[in-house]
Every structure is written in C-alpha cells, then in structure tokens.
C-alpha cells in the first residue's frame, strides 16, 4: 500500500464504468487524475457493514491487503472513507476476476485447473 501520507478523496479520481458488484458494495474502473492509472476502486456502504455486522470484516481485508506483497494477492494502493462509504483503491485487473473466468468458461481443462489451483494455494500459503 502506498505510504505516503497523502490525504486522498474521490475527487482524485476518474470514473471509467462499474465493473462488478459483490455482497458488500460496487466496484468501479477509475482513473487516478494525477498520474493517469487505471485502479479498480471498491466502494462500500458503512450502513450496510454496519447492519450486516461486517465492519470488522472489511477492516481485515483492508489490512490484510495493505500488509500482503505477493503477485498472487491484489494489491491495496490507497483506502479512505467518507461519512457514509469505505473505498478501497487496489490493483485493477482486466482479465477480472476468478469467478467470471469460471463463468464464462464453464469449466477448466485439468492442466488450466492445476494452474489456479497451484495459484490459490501459493496465495493462502503466503497469507499463513
């Protein structure tokens, strides 16, 4: 994660398009103004955190990301909050994400399965 101590907000950044929705909020394509790089900003309602009792969670992810330095974990570049959302800014990756991979190819050849599944585990090895 980046640590500078720069103040960041929304107004910093560019919005692109939405690019998915999970059970805790959007995510978004955004341009950060100042250096014209693309970011997948995750944007999450405290409301809803709040009522789902998932504060505690986000704040795990949040610095789980920031502490990780492993390819095979997304990057966390900047996180802020406003009075009423939490925004992650982390490492946008265009091949998106494992679930539509799964999606839109229904099912993996054994030797692409092995492929993710060595990555996933390289990645909960490094996590532990």
């Not at 790089?37 to 992810?61: G, W």
């Not at 990780?68 to 982390?90: G, H, K, Q, R």
């Not at 190819?105 to 990555?119: D, N, Q, R, S, V």
């Amino acid at each position: 994660m980046n640590n500078h101590n720069t103040i960041i907000s929304l107004n910093d950044f560019q919005n692109i398009c939405l690019i998915g929705r999970g059970a805790f909020g959007e995510v978004s394509l955004v341009l950060k103004i100042s250096n014209m790089q693309k970011y997948a900003l995750k944007t999450m309602s405290k409301d809803y955190l709040h009522r789902k009792n998932m504060s505690q969670q986000i704040i795990k992810e949040r610095n789980t990301l920031a502490l990780s330095d492993c390819v095979f974990i997304v990057a966390l570049y900047y996180s802020f909050e406003t009075e009423d959302e939490i925004y992650l800014v982390m490492e946008y990756m265009p091949g998106g994400d494992f679930g539509r991979l799964i999606i839109k190819l229904g099912f993996f050849c054994e030797e692409t399965a092995k492929f993710y599944i060595a990555e996933a585990a390289l990645a909960i090895d490094y996590l532990h």
